[in-house]
């Protein structure tokens, strides 16, 4: 399929980035027409002729208008890919890198092997890849391994108005990387490409472009959309408000597809569930193609994936855009359908089929691609989605959109370090986008499941993602670019200082950067403190896809030949919420009984996994040990999980991460032997607590127990109030004295989670960045050690952060 370039390709093979050439295409006529529909083919020559004339160019345009799926065949058909360059793409959602690679290459009628992508997981690129879709931390791996990116003539970074931070950094790499490559004379181009029109974050600031690129803009048409807004906001149940709503717009109003937007995976399933039920229509089992790709997965287990590619904090935020629609009504119109009764039973109705499918990041390709097809003649499509749907993804035919208000938004408290997602408000412009689905090939109507004073309170844009998150691993990676002082970079939007200082320390304190002098003028010390160098261990750490505290864990396990056992705990621990809930409240009083008698099984299946004697002093992260290693025996089957409480997803998730952070060939089935051997635990303990050395806790002690409050508290560093060992912890009734915790969780109380019991005199000689150690000439008896002809002593020790005494270790 490649031969129609071979001749043109070598005549352009020395100057790769300004071709002269043109590659042809032979698209199917129907693909040539659709193609002519889309405004962005209106600006071909405009965009190419930018192109040329400048290292950077910003395209914006509409979401729909054809961006992602024609410029990199504009680029194509100019030759950008026939030199010794390929063109990249990258893209902050995997879904999108996913389709849109499938959809080029099947527009311009070429194999996967030439328009191909590579996500965390997997990938289909080869010595043929012409055009690469990829998530942005595939890019920013790979800048690792080759700062220049010899490998490609152009580089598109889309859906930059998601502000995801691995795209604000590849910009701002970007942004010193084209420069470089000019200078060598191997040209190259940055197209950034997004669908808002506030990109003066990136064209204005000057430190990113000393002179502003050219930004083209792309005109969609547009029709115009009712919005619809309710008149009461429902706060708690609006998953049912939703569900009512599509059932009432599914039977009273004309043909069109419908689009809802939910927060997150669990939403959209059980939203999906109740509308299949009310209106049937038969279907495959939610998991049959999970299964199908786990057997296969299984028949590969030599082969499994290696480090390298990876993409792991890239999981989507499902977030908001800053678009802003045109066309808007304000209230009312005639297919006003009023506000939903919460409580209206909906019964099943076969005669009105509905094809109602699930949208998220994380769903399967083969059933993400299902979204493009028409529906089943005589059915109405209904696609349920996260906010994947609102910007990367286009869905044909969609006239109906309901928009639950909200987005799931991952938060970060900086006081307790803990991060967990929340459902909150979107933004206006995000709201916007939404409503504009529906006007893409008619005019649209837009349900609102909230009031318009609501919406007046929206904030206007949505944040970049890198101010709202802790930047560690951020800063990590670019030390392993040797980017020592990270407070000069080029950001899109800058973090606020006090992250990138926490940030640093943390990095310090495990041991990932040089240590800065403690020595001389304060003012040096000071900017000594702020620019680091990385550190041998800090590059090891580095090429773990986990943020550092885990990835101190993976090098510690590799020097201390445990690692199989690390990545599974590190595996368990990073993926969230792998037990069922079992505080949730039941339905009815039969259904109590169930629960209850379910609760008293599985509490016994974690007691199994938690293990006796030593091992039980790995506390909860035994349990996930168990966990995994049980699971991975019974072969990951959704039967065991369901059985043995465990999220089958989360199960699966954890498989593909093990399978990639383990070299090839290595049996995923952790051999339960750690019971056996005491000696095992303790090294996985050690090195859980030198990852996780902040997050340490003290038991409270008798003689501070003025307050009944703190009776069985335990006292951290940078909380003020007690936190609490959970009941359902393996280390519930144990209290050690010392433990290390995963995170903080505040429910009723604030409870740790992933507890694990420490040592005492683990404490100076594992964390000694967090220790003073007191003066040896204090000491009241020195000694020479015989074999080693050296002066020892007793050194007293404190948890510096506290003050706590620990027990003097020999130095
Ligand atoms: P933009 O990037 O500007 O948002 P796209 O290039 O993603 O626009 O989409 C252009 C058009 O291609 C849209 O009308 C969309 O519906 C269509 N499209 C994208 N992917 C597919 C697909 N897999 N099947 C059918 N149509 C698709
Ligand atoms: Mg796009």
């Known amino acids: 399929e490649m031969s129609e370039e071979s001749g043109p390709a070598r005549a352009s093979s020395k100057k790769p980035s300004e071709p002269a050439i043109f590659i042809s295409v032979d698209r199917l006529p129907e693909i040539q027409d659709s193609r002519l529909r889309l405004p962005v083919l209106a600006e071909e020559q405009v965009i190419m002729e930018a192109v040329r004339e400048n290292s950077f160019v910003v395209l914006c345009g509409e979401t729909g208008s054809g961006k992602t799926t024609q410029v990199p065949q504009f680029l194509y058909e100019a030759g950008y890919a026939s030199g010794t360059g390929i063109i990249g793409v990258t893209e902050p959602r995997r879904v999108a890198a996913v389709s849109m690679s499938h959809r080029v290459a099947k527009e311009m009628n070429l194999s996967t092997r030439v328009v191909s992508y590579q996500i965390r997981y997997e990938g289909n690129v080869t010595s043929d890849t012409k055009i690469k879709f990829m998530t942005d931390g595939v890019l920013l791996k790979e800048i690792q391994k080759d700062f220049l ?13 998601e502000r995801s931070v691995y795209t604000d950094i590849l910009i701002g790499l970007l942004s010193r990387i084209v420069p470089l490559r000019n200078k060598k004379g191997l040209p190259m181009k940055l197209i950034v490409m997004s669908a808002t029109l506030r990109v003066e974050d990136f064209t204005e600031n000057r430190k990113l472009f000393p002179t502003p690129p050219p930004v083209i803009k792309v005109e969609a048409r547009q029709f115009p959309v009712s919005v619809h807004f309710n008149k009461r906001t429902p706060l708690e149940d609006y998953t049912g408000e939703v569900f009512h709503k599509t059932c009432k717009i599914h039977r009273m109003l004309p043909p069109g597809g ?3 937007f939910l927060t997150g995976q669990a939403e959209v399933h059980s939203v999906c569930r109740r509308l299949r039920r009310a209106f049937p229509f038969r279907r495959a089992t939610d998991y049959s193609d999970e ?8 028949h590969k287990r030599t082969s499994l994936p290696r480090i390298d590619l990876d993409n792991y904090s890239a999981l989507p935020v499902d977030e908001g855009d800053e678009d802003r629609l045109a066309g808007i009504d304000d209230e009312g119109s005639d297919l006003e359908l009023g506000d939903d009764a919460a409580d209206t039973e909906e019964k099943a109705d076969p005669s009105l089929p509905l094809y109602v499918l699930p949208l998220y990041s994380l769903l399967a390709p083969e059933q993400q691609a299902k979204v493009f097809q028409p529906p089943p003649h005589g059915t109405r499509l209904c696609v349920v989605a996260t906010n994947v749907a609102e910007t990367s993804l286009t869905i044909p035919g969609i006239k109906y959109v309901v928009d639950c208000g909200r987005v799931k938004k991952r938060f970060y408290d900086r006081v307790t370090g803990v991060s967990s997602f929340k459902v909150s408000w979107t933004s206006q412009a995000s709201a916007n986008q939404r409503a ?8 649209g109507h837009c349900y609102r499941l909230y009031s318009s004073a609501v919406f007046g309170d929206f904030s206007l844009f949505s944040e970049a993602e890198i101010t709202r998150r802790p930047v560690e691993d951020l800063v990590l990676q670019m030390k392993d670019l040797n980017i020592d002082k990270v407070v000069n970079f080029p950001f899109p939007t800058t973090p606020s200082a006090e992250a990138l200082v926490a940030a640093e320390q943390l990095l310090v304190s495990l041991g990932a950067l040089e240590e800065p002098p403690r020595t001389g003028r304060v003012k040096e010390m000071e900017r000594a403190r702020l620019s680091c160098p990385i550190s041998p261990l800090g590059r090891a750490m580095a090429s773990f896809p986990v943020s550092p505290r885990y990835a101190k864990m993976l090098a510690l396990g590799k020097q201390q030949d445990c690692l199989p056992y690390v990545i599974a705990v590190v595996a368990a621990m990073t993926v969230r919420e792998i037990f069922e809930d079992l505080d949730r409240p039941a339905g009815s009083e039969d259904e109590s009984s169930k629960l209850a008698q379910r609760r008293a099984r599985l509490a016994q299946m974690r007691r199994l996994w938690a293990g006796q004697g030593a091992s039980l002093l790995l506390g909860d992260l035994m349990v996930l040990l168990g966990a ?8 990951c089957t959704l039967k065991f999980c369901e059985e043995n409480g465990l999220r089958y997803k989360a199960m699966l998730e954890i498989r593909r991460l093990r399978g ?13 032997l750690l019971t056996e051997v005491g000696v095992q635990v303790v090294c996985l303990r050690q090195i859980v607590l030198a ?8 038991r409270v002690q008798q003689e501070e127990l003025l307050d009944p409050k703190w009776r069985n508290g335990y006292k951290t560093p940078l909380l003020d109030e007690p936190v609490y060992i959970h009941p359902s912890s393996a280390l519930f009734k144990t209290l050690p004295q010392f433990v290390v915790y995963q995170e903080v969780l505040e429910t009723t109380k604030m409870y740790m989670r992933g507890v694990s019991a420490v040592e005492p005199e683990w404490v100076p000689q594992l964390l000694t960045q967090y220790c003073h150690f007191g003066s040896p ?7 020479l050690c015989a074999s080693t002809g050296r002066v020892k002593c007793h050194c007293t020790s404190t948890f510096f952060r506290c003050g706590w005494q620990l027990p003097a270790i020999e130095m």
């Not at 990116?149 to 152009?154: A, D, E, P």
């Not at 995994?628 to 072969?635: K, N, R």
């Open 691 to 698: 990852g996780l050395g902040d997050h340490l806790a003290r």
């Open 660 to 672: 990639q952070l383990t070299n090839a060939g290595v049996d995923l089935r952790v051999k339960c």
């Open 149 to 161: 990116l010899q490998r490609y003539s152009v580089i598109i970074i889309d859906e930059a108005h």
């Open 258 to 260: 419908i689009l809802v």
């Open 291 to 298: 299964m199908k790709k786990f057997k296969k997965a299984k």
């Open 777 to 783: 000439l204090e000491t009241p008896s020195p000694w």
């Open 628 to 635: 995994v290693g049980a699971c991975e025996f019974a072969g």
């Open 436 to 443: 504009g689905r529906s006007g893409r090939t008619e005019p």
